[in-house]
């Protein structure tokens, strides 16, 4: 049998020397330990690798985007010819649009309330913005996820959800950071805001911060809720009216989305992350004589987008009844994590299935009810 060795790569017999017949005695040792010791090299780098590879966490990121005071029909995918909408809409497009679902009040605390915790204003006890507080007790989104290895960060545009009003429970990071001496409190908590550049900016840093474990953002913008006052390079391509102002907030806001989404998409991440947006609840906009939100519950405050995309799901719009409260038990179904025991919303995984869902009946109030 001839073989190659290594040293020369000159055919010897077994038996014959192995130096080769022009280099120097001794020189073909040295080489082959070289090479033997390059080979353990790789060896151990390629073990190494494989050994951070396998210990990368590879479960689905969360990104949880809440638009407040946003109007369902004033989004493009939700046939609004006026909208300029063209990130959510692109999210709309690849993923799962719920064309009737429904917040629990049009009041900003109650309703994020109800959508961390996955229950209603009746068990969670948040009735109204400030003066109440979402308890110690109450299991959230980010509790959930946080006790399973989850990064969580919330970032937040609006006073109306300091961490002080215990919605910001859960998180390891919460930016609320509101310095209040900079606002005029008796003119209400609605007028402490931040514009979303700021929120999602802070978001982008908290992102880049660490690769290694999954996490749940959740990014909050206040943009359509009045005063409606674009930037004036986005109010000109409106309207010069009150609604055509509240669709430049709204186009100011879809900026923000699509900033978050294309970060997450640059850094190789978004094809593991299921991004959710929704709004809080709508506006009236003079309808039934009410200029604002917070004290009807007609559809104008009701009604809510709702979009659900990533992690393989087939573009589809659903139009059966569907609530706010039902967001997180999807989420958490969605990563395979058991739906915790008080949660009183269903996870709609069935309808984005194009499956079968009763039982599922909105519930409303309104006020400090
Ligand atoms: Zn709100």
């Known amino acids: 049998m001839v073989r190659l060795d290594l040293h020369c790569i000159q055919p010897s017999a ?43 966490d590879r479960r689905l990121n969360v990104l949880l985007i809440t638009i407040d005071t946003l109007r369902a029909d004033h989004l493009g995918s939700y046939g609004y010819a006026g909208a ?15 064309s009737q679902a429904t917040t629990v009040a049009p009041l900003t605390l109650p309703a994020h309330s109800s959508l961390m915790t996955g229950t209603f204003p009746a068990y969670h006890g948040v009735r109204d913005n400030g003066g109440f507080y979402l308890g110690d007790d109450q299991v959230t989104l980010a509790k959930a996820l946080r006790e399973r290895g989850y990064r ?22 919460y930016y609320d950071d509101f310095d209040l001496t900079k606002y005029r409190l008796d003119v209400g908590l609605d007028a402490v805001q931040r514009p979303g550049s700021e929120v999602v900016s802070k978001a982008i840093e908290w992102l880049d911060q660490d690769f290694t474990r999954p996490f749940l953002a959740w990014v909050h913008l206040y943009e359509p809720h009045a005063p409606y006052d674009p930037p004036e390079s986005i109010r000109v391509r409106f309207p010069p009216t009150m609604i055509g102002a509240y669709d430049g907030e709204i186009a100011t806001a879809d900026i923000q989305v699509g900033r978050l989404i294309d970060r997450l998409a640059k850094a190789g991440r978004l094809d593991r992350t299921v991004v959710a947006v929704l709004g809080d609840h709508g506006e009236s906009l003079g ?45 958490l179904e969605l990563l395979g994590v058991e739906i915790p025991k008080p949660v009183q919303g269903r ?21 400090a009810s």
């Not at 060896?43 to 190494?48: E, H």
């Not at 300029?84 to 719920?98: C, E, I, K, N, Q």
């Not at 996870?347 to 006020?367: F, K, Q, Y």
Request: charged fraction near 20%; include cysteine; hydrophobic fraction near 45%.
């Open 84 to 98: 300029r909408t063209p990130a959510l809409d692109a999210l709309a497009a690849r993923g799962v649009r719920f």
């Open 287 to 331: 309808e039934h004589d009410e200029e604002q939100h917070g004290f009807f519950v007609y559809d104008a405050t009701i009604r809510i987008p709702l979009i659900i995309a990533g992690a393989g799901m087939a573009p589809r719009t659903v139009g059966d009844q569907v609530r706010i409260v039902d967001v997180m038990p999807t989420l």
């Open 347 to 367: 996870s709609l995984l069935p309808l984005v299935r194009g499956e079968r869902l009763d039982g599922i009946h909105a519930i409303t109030t309104a006020g």
């Open 14 to 56: 077994p038996g014959q020397s192995k130096n080769c017949k022009v280099c120097p005695v001794g020189y073909n040792v040295t080489v082959r330990k070289a090479l033997l010791a390059l080979l353990g090299v790789l060896f151990v780098l390629a073990g190494a690798y494989w050994a951070i590879d396998f210990r990368r």
């Open 152 to 173: 969580t960060g919330g970032f937040v545009a609006a006073f109306v959800l300091d961490g002080r009003w215990g919605i910001g429970q859960g998180f390891d990071r």
